[in-house]
């Protein structure tokens, strides 16, 4: 058993490591010519003479970026631009999100937990639902209020720190909760206190991945990601194997929180972003300029404020777009197994066929993340949010008619998870496009609720619809989702264009 102090032994090298070496590149670096023309800086929902939404998307792609502190700044010269650095830094990042992702463990090891933690008051009720399900829908409230107060300690400390602090959090939770041994204290470390924990690190590695890769936002965000969605996956594993060995619910969760102290911890010191790099300044309808009093060529669209985002049309438009988009892979996600063992005689009502399926699932969402936030970096988010919703919309269509298959519906599962995985990375690009990065933690933090939100309305559709639609029923209310989602998205066209 790794003890604590051997995770603050793994800890202080971590830290040693990444700042000994240095992050700063000694080679002085000459910016070229500036634009001789440039006006005063422009909010992109303030102003009506702003550039398109299109123009600064095109000009956006030609700059750096940074969201950090003063802190990380004073740290990393403007010099500081090696790929390999921005590398390691996204690789801090996927780390975190490997251990904050480890949230959605929940649902497997409910089953190993003992009976005093399914109900609140302690009793055993066979054939009931447990309240313990609950855990992790609080847990997603608790993420969403974790979001804006990472996006306001980013700004104070920088993301190494936040990250560090949310990682902390979300240990210290889970260590806690190992200890009770009724529900409701249970679910304030488990879910409240590691919810928190895992907002405020959710959004920071991948605004300082955007630092050092400006134009690869996308793919930035899809390999962060591609942590979270893969530490189920990985957590579940060891859960299992840990419980099945004898051992006890409390050692096991323990122990667990161990291992994500030395996974997060280490890849929380990772993370560094580049200096702030100034915004873009509008010149005229059609093109932006580096602010005149920058020594470097590259600039940022820019930046709306956060009460400017969140009241503006688009921002609604864009949170609705959420909601449809996550709806139908959450409901996936959750009912894939109920619905493959629906009927005995079918060629897929098998456990652990389902359960392959599933941790398949769940691989190719998360590399859904990276495939999808690489295209969007490439053609766009209106073509690249556009055929995810038409694949999923068909997938929705076709899962009914695939149980004669297991190969089929497996396809068909981890096709849908992985259009769904890639909506989440594209999602947030699409964020910092449209209202700029300076807020962006604020402003996702709000946006992030349609996730949350899609979880709850996919379970009550289920439980609402199933006894008067029918398999067929709902999987046809998800695709209609799909195609309303692609009317909004040609609102958002007009909108932002």
């Known amino acids: ?7 603050t032994l793994v800890v202080f090298l971590a830290f040693t490591a990444t700042t000994s070496h240095g992050f700063t590149s000694p080679t002085p670096h000459n910016p070229p010519p500036r634009p001789s023309a440039v006006m005063k800086h422009s909010s992109p929902l303030l102003t009506g003479s702003r550039p398109t939404l299109r123009s600064l998307n095109r000009e956006s792609h030609k700059h750096a970026l940074q969201m950090s502190s003063t802190s990380d700044a004073a740290q990393t010269s403007p010099s500081s631009s090696s790929p390999a650095r921005g590398a390691v830094c996204v690789l801090g990042g996927c780390l975190a999100h490997l251990i904050l992702g480890t949230m959605y463990c929940w649902g497997n090891f409910l089953s190993y937990a003992p009976s005093s933690l399914l109900f609140f008051d302690g009793l055993v009720r ?26 306001k300690v980013n700004k104070k400390v920088g993301p190494r720190f936040t990250t560090l602090i949310g990682c902390i959090l979300m240990v210290l939770g889970t260590y806690l909760a190992s200890f009770q041994t009724r529900l409701l204290p249970f679910m304030m470390f488990y879910s409240v206190l590691s919810g928190l924990g895992v907002g405020m690190g959710y959004s920071t590695p991948m605004i300082a991945g955007w630092s050092w890769f400006p134009e690869r936002k996308g793919l930035i965000n899809g390999l962060t990601l591609f942590g979270f969605g893969f530490g189920a996956f990985i957590f579940n594993k060891v859960g299992t194997g840990l ?15 161990y291992m994500y102290a030395a996974v997060s911890f280490f890849g929380s010191l990772l993370i560094k972003a580049r200096p702030p790099v100034e915004e873009c300044e509008v010149i005229d309808d059609l093109a932006v300029a580096a602010p005149a009093d920058d020594d470097s060529e590259f600039c940022e669209v820019p930046s709306a404020t956060f009460k400017q985002a969140i009241t503006s049309k688009r921002f609604a438009i864009l949170w609705m777009i959420g909601l449809m988009a996550f709806t139908p892979g959450l409901t996936i996600l959750g009912i894939y197994k109920r619905f493959g063992m629906a009927n005995p005689a079918a060629a897929i009502a098998n456990d652990g066929l389902l359960s392959t399926i599933g941790g398949l699932g769940a691989i190719t969402s998360g590399l859904g993340r990276i495939f999808w936030g690489d295209i969007v970096d490439r053609v766009g988010f209106q073509k690249g949010y556009n055929a995810q919703t038409i694949l999923q919309l068909v997938f929705m269509f076709c899962l009914p008619f695939t149980t004669f298959s ?5 396809t068909a599962i981890c096709a849908a998870l992985s259009c769904y995985g890639g909506s989440i990375a594209m999602y947030v690009t699409c964020s910092a496009q449209t209202f700029g990065v300076k807020n962006a933690g604020e402003i996702y933090s709000v946006l992030f609720s349609a996730l949350a939100l899609a979880s709850v309305v996919g379970a009550k559709l ?36």
């Open 1 to 7: 058993m790794l003890r604590p102090s051997s995770l």
């Open 126 to 151: 066979p054939g009931i639902t447990p309240d313990a399900i609950q855990v992790l829908p609080v847990a997603l409230i608790a993420l969403n209020l974790g979001m804006p107060i990472g996006a």
């Open 243 to 257: 419980a099945q060995g004898g051992m006890a619910w409390g050692p096991m969760i323990r122990k667990i929180s």
């Open 406 to 410: 297991p190969a089929l519906f497996g």
């Open 462 to 497: 289920v439980i609402g619809l199933l006894a008067k639609v029918g398999w067929g029923g709902i999987f046809g209310v998800l695709g209609g989702m799909c195609a309303f989602n692609v009317f909004l998205l040609s609102l958002f066209k007009k909108e932002t264009s």
